[in-house]
């Protein structure tokens, strides 16, 4: 967003190669306040080192000084925190100095914005596992691997076999089935074995039924062709 209300928003494209633990610090008033600038940045993380830059062009009795922060994430909160910030009378102006960086300094710090984005990502990843599932996960390590599904291990085989042959004996144990007639009565209530009864007749009705539209010549003569008849 602009400074000026009026002024339209601007658009421009932020990457993690802008960021840098190399701040440049602007409008700071030349006054010796060295060691209190130091300590204003210091309270946001550690810092390695920090001098004033004679040679840079700045305004009239103002000074300009150089940060080095140890981590990136502690110069990324101190810009964001100290950019605008009303220092013994004037605004300081933070901004990223990535020409400072080595080779070295650019690969941690691709490294550690990779870090930070996968555990957002994955925020569960980051936490350990909790007691229930700490003994899930050993588990799982500590089984052996599933045999492949062509193999049968021998000794499923052998159980199989006893299974079978436990099944056998025992139906070879029970009682013959008895076959009971059409017309036995093998209910003990009455009412039960008259509808029984009843309907035996129904499905004998069926069945001669049936027979004797069997036995029945055909009517109509089977037709030669496909010929429709009117």
Known sequence: MPRNKDELPAVRVYTVCDESRYLIVRNVPALGCGVELLK????????EECKPMDEE???PFTDVYWIKFVQVSNARFAKRKLDEFVFYGNKLQ????TYFESLSDTKEKLKGRRKEVLARLNPGRTKG???HNAGVVSESFVSPAPPPSNCIPHQMISKQRE???SEQSSHMNDP???MVLSNQEYFSSTSMNETV???REKLDKIQ????HLDAQPAFKEPRVDNRRRI
């Open 129 to 131: 596992p909790t007691p």
């Open 176 to 178: 013959p089935l008895l």
């Open 208 to 211: 001669s039924s049936t027979k």
């Open 163 to 165: 299974y079978a042959e």
């Open 40 to 47: 204003l940045f210091g309270s946001y993380g550690e810092i």
């Open 197 to 199: 009864q009843l309907v």
């Open 94 to 97: 933070v901004s990223y100095a």
């Open 57 to 59: 062009d700045c305004e």
